[in-house]
């Protein structure tokens, strides 16, 4: 599978762990915001807090319902770059690398790093370029030894 990696499909894994997640953050944000307007988060003293907790949390929920929204925004936004080929880590990349003995696989995109996403048997894992490992990633081509601050390294296999 690593040697036919679809950048393509790897963009639309992303885009749907976005739509996912968006989702998610939607409905509890609903459901918070349910449970705070209910008869039972009805204040009983003065000392009951319930109510006031569940707004917040319904306030706390819209809000990462709004981040997510403006990831898929960024994302969609700039197709193009994320899905053309390039031959350095830089937006838009897809790079494998060979690290403590294993092999990882990242997506250089806009927002929403850190993400995991499976593309057929594949790890994938979004970076931005706020990182330590994309920041010593970045310029990069295949064949090239990279170290993060942090002193570990490895060696870029392939960039797409």
């Known amino acids: 599978m690593s040697e036919g990696m679809d950048k393509a499909a790897v963009y639309a894994a992303f885009l749907e ?3 996912a997640e968006l989702a998610g953050a939607v409905a509890a944000s609903r459901d918070a915001a349910a449970y705070a307007t209910d008869e039972e988060a009805r204040a009983e003293s003065k000392w009951d807090t319930q109510g006031l907790e ?4 319904a306030a706390g929920q819209a809000g990462q319902a709004r981040e997510w929204m403006r990831a ?5 936004s700039q197709r193009d770059v994320l899905v053309r080929p390039v031959t350095q880590a830089g937006p838009g990349a897809l790079v494998q690398c060979a690290q403590a003995g294993e092999t990882d696989w990242y997506f250089f995109v806009p927002a929403a790093g850190g993400q995991e996403l499976i593309v057929g048997d594949i790890r994938v894992t979004t970076l931005t370029f706020q990182t330590p490992l994309a920041a010593a990633l970045r310029g990069k081509r295949a064949g090239e030894s990279y170290v993060t601050g942090g002193g570990a390294g490895g060696e870029v296999l392939s960039v797409r």
């Open 17 to 19: 762990h976005l739509e």
């Open 54 to 57: 569940a707004s917040y949390l």
């Open 72 to 76: 898929m925004e960024m994302v969609r």
